[in-house]
């Protein structure tokens, strides 16, 4: 290791939590990171001329020239930059950024800028008021639940006497052609001949058809289609019907609540289906209500948060918000061309997520808040329980893991922060 004494370190303070760290490597330093390179590379040097091992450090030193350089320079601003910020108790949030980095065999200096946690000074943790609605579920919603799981039990039925109407199901092979060119191409497909479409006019035009049929659709495509090649064209769907289906729902009876998991009679099966409806709302509503009091916390205290860590939280989201756009069928390049205007709309949620993670941070610090073993284990059996695992699963898969545990206990005292809030709010 390098000796210390040969690093000097002096600091300037930046923007926001930003600071720049001046760092300067004697040459003492830097001719004994080349030594130590060549004598690690010398065994194995195979230079013409010379047995391995065997050739002289200046004809090493020639040979080598470029990737000591490159070594020593890694190694030593590696060295000296952890011993600048170990030296001076700085805990950067991520990798610092080197720049004007001067380098010969003789001196080294550079600049780290680094960002640090921000001063907060708490001036509201009491008191935060926020909305809770009051969580109701009507009869009409648990029927409607009803009709989704009578719609999931349907039954579809050949119709070989009579010609396809509204309501119906076509199993279909067809082709798609705009402006002469095939865009789209589908075998066994299924279509539901309905009133209200995505293009319209579609079904109407496939009313009366039979099994066996060929016909040719003619849609325009909305200004907002979400293929841009498409976008307010015109389009033909050469269409060859295999077979008309008609939908046959069963009956709402207790047949249907046995067939439907554990249930005896239907009024069992409406029971655990207004029970989920409860639970559900009642985590949609207390999760508006946490983000209500975080935003209400964030109005009262005011930092500066760090640029650099924001950025990076955004570039996480941007890579969010890309993953699920792919997910719903969207194109790659159509998100590429509305990057600055997607990562525009999500800077103010970045800005608060970093926000709300210092200040429930703060919170826990102050308020002695910490996450033991007990806090731990019951955090396990929760996750054993939400995702139906056996719990000595969810305990082996932690265990040897200290950095999973670790975040797990960081989200434990995230969550006692909040509860903290909670506790301590005016709930309207």
């Not at 191409?185 to 539901?192: G, P, Q």
């Not at 069928?329 to 970045?350: C, V, Y």
Request: hydrophobic share 35%; with cysteine; charged share 35%.
């Amino acid at each position: 290791m390098t000796d210390v004494q040969a690093f000097k370190v002096s600091i300037k303070e930046g923007k926001a939590s930003e600071k720049v760290l001046s760092i300067q490597v004697g040459s003492e330093a830097i001719t004994k990171e080349y030594d130590a390179f060549y004598r690690s590379v010398e065994p194995r040097a195979k230079i013409p001329g010379f047995r391995p091992g065997k050739a002289p450090r200046k004809v090493v030193a020639m040979h080598f020239a470029q990737e000591a350089r490159q070594e020593v320079l890694k190694h030593l601003i590696s060295e000296s930059y952890r011993w600048a910020v170990e030296s001076k108790e700085l805990k950067p949030l991520l990798s610092p950024q080197i720049e004007e980095v001067q380098f010969d065999e003789q001196a080294l200096s550079y600049k780290a800028m680094i960002e640090v946690r921000p001063k907060i000074k708490l001036s509201r943790t009491e008191g935060l008021s926020a909305k809770k609605e009051a969580v109701v579920i009507k009869p009409s919603e648990v029927d409607e639940h009803l009709k989704r799981l009578q719609e999931s039990q349907a039954r579809f039925k050949t119709v070989e006497d009579r010609a396809a109407q509204m309501g119906d199901y076509l199993v279909v092979d067809y082709t798609c052609t705009v402006d002469g060119r095939e865009v789209e191409n589908r075998k066994d497909d299924w279509l539901e001949v309905r009133e209200e479409e995505f293009l319209k006019g579609f079904s109407t035009q496939l009313v009366g058809v039979r099994a066996g049929d060929v016909r040719d659709v003619k849609v325009s495509f909305p200004d907002k289609s979400g293929r841009e090649e498409l976008r307010g064209k015109e389009g033909v769907f050469h269409v060859q019907v295999k077979e008309v289906k008609t939908k046959e729902l069963p009956p709402l009876n207790d047949d249907l609540a046995k067939d439907a998991g554990e249930f005896q009679t239907l009024a069992d099966l409406k029971a655990q289906i207004e029970k989920d409806l409860r639970a559900s709302k009642e985590a949609e509503v207390e999760a508006a209500y946490e983000k209500a009091l975080l935003e209400d916390l964030v109005k009262h205290n005011k930092i500066e948060l760090p640029k650099r860590l924001v950025e990076q939280r955004l570039h996480y989201l941007l890579g969010e918000a890309k993953k699920n756009l792919l997910q719903q069928h969207a194109r790659e390049e159509d998100f590429e061309k509305r990057r600055g205007e997607i990562s525009k709309e999500l800077q103010p949620e970045a800005e608060r997520q970093v926000h709300v993670a210092f200040l429930l941070d703060e919170i826990a610090e102050v308020q002695s808040i910490t996450a033991g073993d007990e806090d731990v284990k019951a955090k396990m059996k929760e996750l054993a329980d939400r995702y139906r695992r056996p719990l000595e699963e969810v305990e082996q898969y932690y265990a040897g893991r200290e950095e999973a545990v670790a975040n797990l206990k960081e989200q434990i005292r995230t969550e006692k922060a909040i509860a903290f809030l909670k506790q301590n709010a005016k709930q309207k």
